[in-house]
């Protein structure tokens, strides 16, 4: 009974441990991101992300997954370490810790914290740059926009941007309470905030994102429906299947150009006219290699020419899991933000990066992956130590049946 009892309370203090460096953890990385999007460059930002690894690594060890669970982190994590030792990118490595690492955490509080510390963060850059204290009001554009507002945050379409996710992840939130008239307020901010920062792909995904929203709000059956989910999942591998074929062709070639491309305001050319093919498809190796730096804006092409093929393939094949499950957990409006996410991501790269406490579908996932890799209602869990003995009890349960 004594051994029972210390073996609860020695779980009990490994959780509250676990706790105590996750949310350490994200709250650092939530800086991290604010700090990122203003004009000041972080001289320790290397160090701050091995911090926030150890932090949630330190959550892993201290948590208890399945034996299946076990077996799939060690998948992933083989995977993103190829990816490491190939590229010298180690995003893909602290992304399955990051995932890993919720286990038991209220993902709802995770995103909560998000919201008011991304919120948060944004408005003092305002207000610093509303005072001439720190960064710029505004920008003067290279193309035909001329003078732009970006308020501090750096560029007119990261600041809307932060606007249109913030407002996403604000209706997934509290979409319970919200009325016809927060829609209709978030609508009139946005128009308002498009006329000094003139950023046309911003306003276009808060558009259909509001629509989207109130179509789920108002129409129970729509929320119900599987054929929306099935259309979600579509729309996001057509997106994905979309960024390869632009990668294909070489510069002022293909069906993109140019009244496509100059839709999008220059993003293919903006691509593959870099030195050395930029992210054109011919750049393309199955775990990246150290090369593969360039930045531009285009999202997917982004995420298979800086991780690699496999890499990329195992992240869209669990984003694709991820809109499913959604549908089996009855949760349309964390569906509603994982496709608004999934489709921006064709035009602009925001969530294709290292900075992991912006991207909010990764919390999501953190949440969700154990029931989409195992749906069993309640299997034995164990921790990492207790690997061999959890394979050795699998091994003599299949030799019974046997």
């Avoid at 930002?45 to 949630?56: A, C, I, N, P």
């Avoid at 998948?75 to 995932?99: H, N, Q, W």
């Avoid at 996410?341 to 925001?350: N, P, S």
Wanted: charged share 15%.
């Amino acid at each position: 009974m004594e051994k029972v009892s210390g073996k609860k309370t020695w779980e009990k203090r490994a959780a509250g441990i676990g706790q105590a460096c996750f949310w350490a953890g994200l709250a650092l990385e939530l800086l991290i991101v604010v700090a990122e999007v203003s004009v000041w460059t972080n001289p320790w930002e290397g160090q701050l992300f091995r911090l926030t690894f150890l932090l949630f690594a330190v959550k892993v060890l201290c948590s208890r997954y399945s034996l299946r669970e076990w077996l799939w982190l060690l998948l992933f994590g083989v995977i993103a370490g190829l990816c490491y030792l190939c590229s010298d990118r180690d995003e893909a490595v602290r992304l399955v810790v990051f995932c890993a690492a919720f286990r038991d955490v209220d993902v709802k509080k995770a995103l909560k914290l998000a919201f008011f510390m991304t919120l948060s963060g944004c408005l003092v850059l305002v207000l610093l740059s509303a005072a001439g204290i720190f960064g710029n009001m505004y920008i003067i554009d290279d193309g035909d926009r001329g003078l732009r507002y970006c308020f501090g945050l750096g560029h007119p379409n990261a600041c809307y941007c932060f606007f249109w996710i913030l407002s996403t992840l604000g209706i997934c939130l509290w979409h319970d309470r919200m009325k016809l008239w927060h829609y209709g307020l978030t609508a009139l901010a946005g128009i308002l905030l498009f006329l000094p920062t003139r950023s046309r792909t911003g306003i276009l995904f808060l558009f259909f994102t509001l629509a989207l929203a109130l179509a789920l709000a108002f129409g129970k059956n729509l929320r119900e429906a599987k054929g929306l989910y099935l259309a979600g999942i579509a729309a996001f591998l057509g997106c994905v299947l979309l960024s390869v074929w632009i990668a294909y062709y070489e510069p002022y070639q293909g069906p993109f150009y140019t009244w496509i491309d100059r839709f999008i305001t220059g993003r293919i050319t903006s691509m593959n006219t870099l030195e050395g093919g930029g992210g054109m498809l011919q750049n393309w190796r199955l775990f990246s290699r150290p090369e593969n730096i360039k930045y531009f804006d285009l999202g997917y092409v982004r995420l298979f020419y800086w991780y690699g093929i496999v890499p990329a393939a195992a992240y869209v094949a669990m984003y694709a899991l991820l809109l499913r499950e959604c549908y089996r957990r009855k949760d349309p409006f964390g569906f509603l933000m994982l496709l608004s996410f999934a489709l921006y991501t064709t035009l602009e790269a925001h969530f294709i990066s290292v900075y992991l406490g912006r991207n909010y579908a990764l919390f999501l996932m953190g949440a969700y992956w154990g029931g989409i890799l195992d749906g069993r209602k309640d299997p034995p869990k164990g921790y990492v130590w207790g690997l061999p003995a959890m394979l050795a009890g699998a091994a003599a349960k299949k030799e019974r049946r046997g």
